[in-house]
């Protein structure tokens, strides 16, 4: 019960103190529904939103949970506050748990703004929620994840940010939201299957408008195996690098 | 909490911390090296030497932000060892800086501070209120952290360190860089911590402060520990020294030799270019001192009886000058 009131509060406290704050708000918001926009003005027509509406989710979360995630936890570690946090007697796998709910619940709030604007244009009612929304959370998750990952990687603020980008943009362009994987060269394609994004946004592919090129349950063991890994070495990573 | 079958609850006089053998090596640099030594239940122990000693990396050891290369650490009867976990929610921590989080208010930190023992939420804001008035901060309590001046932020880091009343509190440079008054109120607080049974840790570099704190003292130099006592039997050897401040206008070194030649029975130094330390197992007579000094053409300016501290002594066994290591350490000088 004790560890559970500091998860709670950890979560708490990390949601008031970074994802409630404006700039992450008007971050959360202006980032999804300017890439909806753009992509809806490129599409040409409100019949591709459903095509198009995926690949604008997993750019949402990925690059908000990567972002804010890798950020916070640099700046706590520089500051010396996550050494506070080292100190009390919850395990290290709860307290990173704690640290990481919080940007995997802003991840599946901010693949709502384009859902919600997707609603507004086009008729969602064809699309499978039972596969989007574990999805979601799993993208959220395993974005989170990596986002941990680097911030465990780095030590300045700045580094977070560039070494995520490192991930990010292959990532973007390899796993098939802008280009089917079927249709990248043939040495990039074995690169695809390493991100976990590819899984994800074959899932809600399937799920908006049926394109998707894996079963299900294949996508979703390879996501949550994703999740599981990150997570995993980034804990190692914590106990080799932080507790020195 | 302790668990119920942990000897504290059932009588048994453990020590607070049994450490052997500490050392922890950062590449080529041995930071600490075959530390032992026990610190009992109740007791206000103190940890004193230079920057780069090895004090904050033995804390970090014993409170778990540290792995020991090799050593066996026991916090209250608990082998903490190999799981630094298992004695956390008995030790508090209070950092050589203060870490607590700038987007909270004071009142706020307290409470998630307490938050993290899982003290629930009723208890841990009443805990909060009570320590911010202690500490002088009931005004400042709604303020953000990020707001409160550098005394401030020493004092509600150590009421951090104590909100979930741990039995045993490691306090690392707890005054350093903050202003008399609030140094004065913190040592007063430490004081009546350590008197309402809490073991405490400290690490300082003002010796004097030790003195007045302290019952048992560690110097550690070069992450060993050269001796280790009681204040009383640290002083032992100079209470019955005298000793005499002359100052003069100039102190060469030939007027130390022709002292030295005069005075047979006294022992001369000269810790700087305008004063000279006569030392003595019986007391020391101005007069004659005066009058030789002035022979030799020296203006002698002063000359008063002075009572040798546990600085004299610190620097008797270490061979570091106690000024030397305050005026680095409050030039920034990093952690040790």
């Known amino acids: 019960m004790k560890q559970w009131i500091a998860f709670w509060n950890i979560f708490i406290k990390d949601f008031r103190a970074y994802y409630l704050k404006p700039p992450n708000i008007s971050w959360g918001l202006i980032f999804p529904f300017a890439w909806t926009g753009m992509f809806f003005i490129k599409s040409g027509g409100v019949q591709d939103i459903l095509s198009m509406v ?33 100190l009390a007697p919850i395990p290290l796998e709860l307290l990173m748990l704690a640290k990481t709910s919080g940007a995997i619940l802003f991840g599946v709030v901010n693949a709502f703004v384009p859902i919600l604007m997707a609603a507004f244009l086009t008729d969602l009612s064809q699309v499978s929620w039972n596969a989007a929304i574990p999805a979601i959370v799993l993208i959220a998750a395993s974005s989170t994840f990596l986002g941990l990952f680097v911030a ?34 043939f040495f990039l394609k074995p690169l695809s299957y390493l991100f976990p994004l590819t899984y994800g946004a074959d899932i809600l592919h399937g799920a908006f408008h049926g394109g998707h090129m894996m079963a299900f349950s294949a996508d979703f063991t390879a996501l949550s195996f994703f999740c599981i890994a990150l997570f995993l070495i980034s804990l190692r990573n914590i106990g080799r690098r932080w507790i020195l | 909490m302790i668990p119920a079958s942990h000897p504290w609850l059932r009588g048994i006089r453990v020590n607070a911390l049994s450490i052997q053998g500490l050392a922890k090596r950062f590449g080529e640099i041995q930071a600490v090296s075959g530390l032992s030594f026990e610190v009992s239940q109740g007791e ?9 000693a090895g004090k904050t990396t033995t804390i970090n050891m014993l409170t778990g932000l540290a792995r020991p290369d090799v050593g066996a650490i026991r916090i209250a009867g608990i082998d903490c060892t190999g799981n630094p976990k298992a004695a956390q929610h008995l030790t508090g921590v209070v950092p050589d800086e203060s870490n607590l989080y700038p987007e909270l208010t004071g009142f ?25 008035d202690t500490f002088s901060l009931a005004d400042a309590g709604d303020r953000k952290f990020a707001g409160y001046s550098k005394g401030m932020k020493r004092k509600l880091t150590i009421a951090a360190g104590i ?31 350590n008197r309402s049974g809490t073991t405490i840790f400290l690490t300082t570099h003002y010796i004097e402060e030790a003195e007045r704190l302290c019952g048992r003292i560690a110097f550690i130099v ?60 019986a007391p020391v007579h101005a007069g004659p001192l005066v009058r030789f000094i002035e022979d030799q053409g020296v203006d002698v300016t002063e000359a008063r009886r002075i009572r040798l501290s546990l600085e004299d002594v610190f620097v008797r066994i270490t061979g570091i000058e106690a000024h030397a290591m305050k005026r680095e350490k409050e030039k920034g000088g990093g952690r040790s």
């Open chain 1, 54 to 86: 995926p690949g604008v989710i997993c750019l949402s979360i990925l690059f908000g949970t990567t972002s804010l995630l890798s950020v916070t936890v640099t700046f706590e570690k520089k500051g010396r506050s996550f050494d506070r946090l080292l």
């Open chain 1, 152 to 185: 465990v990687s780095v030590s300045e603020v700045f580094e977070a940010q560039t070494f995520s980008n490192f991930f990010r943009f292959p990532m973007v362009f390899l796993c098939g939201l802008f280009f089917p994987i079927e249709r990248l060269p």
């Open chain 2, 44 to 52: 206000l122990f103190g940890f004193l030497g230079p920057n780069g």
């Open chain 2, 108 to 132: 706020q930190n307290l409470s998630f501070c307490a938050a993290l023992y899982g003290i629930r939420k009723k208890e841990r804001e009443a805990r909060a209120r009570q320590l911010l």
């Open chain 2, 163 to 193: 909100i979930h009343q741990p039995h045993i509190l490691f306090l690392d440079e707890p005054t350093t860089g903050i202003d008399v008054a609030s140094a004065r109120q913190i040592r007063h607080l430490i004081a009546d911590l």
């Open chain 2, 222 to 281: 070069k992450g060993r520990i050269v001796r280790i006592d009681t204040v009383a039997d640290l002083l032992q050897p100079i209470q019955d020294a005298h000793v005499m401040q002359i100052a003069v206008s100039t102190a060469d070194p030939t007027l130390q030799d022709k002292l030295t030649a005069a005075f047979p029975h006294l022992t001369f130094h000269v810790p700087g270019p305008n004063l000279i330390r006569v030392e003595s197992g």
